[in-house]
């Protein structure tokens, strides 16, 4: 009776295990990976924005080359506030694509300024009129630069693809669950009280346990994660993209060992009070067994 | 009688720190092997998918190592993508310009490129730059047939003599497919005083005269 008991508390402990993993994933999921507010913020501090400006910059460059238009008729249009302000467009339409809240869209940029400076220039300058009639299709062509750099995600690239949506599926049904996880924890607890009712002590070990093996599971990866400097190593040679990226793994990394090291340290807390009062518990015992063989006696 | 105490209270003291350390190890053991055993597919696809991403041998700027043998006790290194590795030399029009592997915004802007689906210099094919019209080969418009050219490689020169100019539409890839000999064919934006998208190219093709086949290079290399 006193194994199937033991068997019991082991696989609720299991259970405990994995529904404290899943409430980490869930609340990751609600915090950091389908959080806009996370990727304004990692971007913001890194160097990405100054980089995109960069690589506009050289894009217009490289346009100017092409077209033999002045660069500055390309930079002079667009001001660093209106890419920004794009990249948090597009962040927020991934968000909502992701939260199944509406469909992605590209966000693009006002090509007007674009298009009214070109045509200044044409002015000016007394040019042909073919040009005049490229004016659109050059407009165009700067405003897809800017576009194409101020999208950190291209949803629409992979939207198409069946293990996307299924993707895109579990991550929402696990974004959605939190409160699920939160419960299933809360009642898994509550057997293991009822279970150990007599010694409840005994549910600081086995939750404990279960914190301690579940902060191991996100613990151990990160720490290869760091130690194989896996942001460090991402085979893009983009730097904005390649920057974004390191910041958001490092990002990802720093959740899961911080709530990692907090419910290790909360287990080994359980484990800590569970052997004081263990011992506290079997000294009394041990006394009161001692004061009743010297009374007997 | 005490030892025996003593000794009892020891393999208590042993069993308890196993407690302590054994339930939490147990229960991770076994939720990762639930894990692998599961997910054993799905993590076997994941980390072949992640090489793609993550590599050991690219360096701090993001590009893959470049390639180097020594041949004749001289280091030769060819090229990886955006990798200068050489220089066109135009003497009657006194061009010379520095040549890039691969033709994207980065490697124009900088000098010629070489287009990555072309040839090097010495593998027998067409070997094709692109340049800018009002940069790099602005001088092309200048130039004449029977002009010689000569490419500068990291592994060797190559001499070529202008055989024909032509002028194509923009979307005319003929340019840029693979012959039975070696040519080397550079082309540039054209009209050249032309403000906006160009529609046509200008087109150089030169016969190669003097230069070694990067075959026997090879061979030379491999100590055959």
């Keep these: 009776m006193s194994k199937l008991r033991n068997a019991v508390i082991y696989i609720i402990s299991f259970l405990l295990m994995f529904a404290l993993l899943s409430m980490q994933v869930s609340f990751f999921l609600k915090t950091r990976m389908l959080n806009g507010s996370f990727y304004k913020k990692v971007l913001g501090k890194s160097d990405y924005y100054s980089l995109i400006e960069k690589e506009i910059d050289f894009g217009f460059k490289n346009l100017s080359m092409v077209t033999s238009i002045p660069q500055e008729v390309f930079s002079e249009s667009v001001s660093k506030e209106a890419v920004k302000a794009l990249s948090y467009k597009n962040i927020d339409s991934a968000e909502g694509y992701m939260k199944y809240k509406g469909e992605y869209s590209e966000s693009k940029i006002d090509t007007n300024k674009l298009y009214n400076n070109l045509e200044k220039y044409v002015q000016d300058n007394k040019l042909n009129g073919e040009l005049k009639s490229q004016l659109t299709a050059v407009a165009k062509d700067a405003g897809k630069i800017i576009e194409s750099h101020a999208a950190l995600f291209s949803i629409n690239s992979v939207a198409k693809y069946s293990q996307f949506q299924s993707f895109r599926r579990v991550l929402f049904l696990a974004y959605k669950n939190q409160l699920l996880t939160v419960m299933v924890t809360a009642i898994l607890i509550l057997f293991l009280v009822l279970i150990n009712w007599q010694s409840l002590r005994k549910v600081l070990l086995w939750v404990g346990s279960s914190l301690i093996a579940s902060s191991l599971m996100t613990i151990i990866p990160c720490i290869l994660a760091i130690y194989f400097k896996i942001a460090y190593k991402y085979a893009i040679d983009i730097p904005s993209l390649k920057i974004a990226l390191r910041a958001i793994t490092l990002g990802y990394i720093n959740y899961f060992l911080s709530t990692g090291v907090l419910f290790f340290l909360v287990g080994i807390m359980c484990m800590v009070i569970y052997s004081f009062v263990d011992k506290r518990e079997r000294t009394k015992a041990y006394v009161m067994r001692r004061k009743a063989r010297k009374s007997f006696n | ?224």
């Design chain 2, 1 to 224: 009688m005490g030892r025996k105490l003593i000794s009892k209270g020891k393999s208590r003291k042993k069993s308890g720190m196993g407690i302590l350390f054994g339930i939490p190890l147990l229960l991770f053991i076994s939720g990762i092997a639930l894990i692998s055993i599961g997910s054993y597919n799905y993590l076997k696809s994941a980390f072949y998918i992640s090489r793609l991403f993550i590599q050991d041998d690219i360096n701090d700027n993001g590009k893959l190592k470049t390639v180097s043998s020594n041949i004749d006790s001289k280091k030769i290194v060819f090229p990886g993508f955006g990798d200068k590795f050489g220089d066109v030399t135009i003497k009657s029009v006194d061009l010379n310009v520095p040549v890039y592997h691969g033709d994207r915004e980065e490697e124009l802007l900088k000098g010629a490129g070489h287009y990555n689906g072309s040839r090097f210099p010495g593998e027998g094919s067409n070997v094709v730059l692109a340049g800018h019209r009002n940069s790099v080969f602005g001088r092309l418009k200048d130039v004449a047939k029977g002009d010689t050219v000569i490419f500068n490689t990291t592994y060797g020169e190559y001499i070529y003599k202008i055989s024909e100019i032509k002028i194509v539409k923009g979307n005319d890839t003929s340019i840029l497919q693979p012959l039975d000999t070696e040519k080397l064919t550079m082309y540039t934006c054209y009209p050249f005083d032309y403000v906006g998208n160009a529609p046509n190219r200008y087109v150089v093709i030169c016969d190669l005269v003097q230069g070694t086949p990067l075959k026997e290079l090879m061979k030379k290399g491999s100590g055959q």
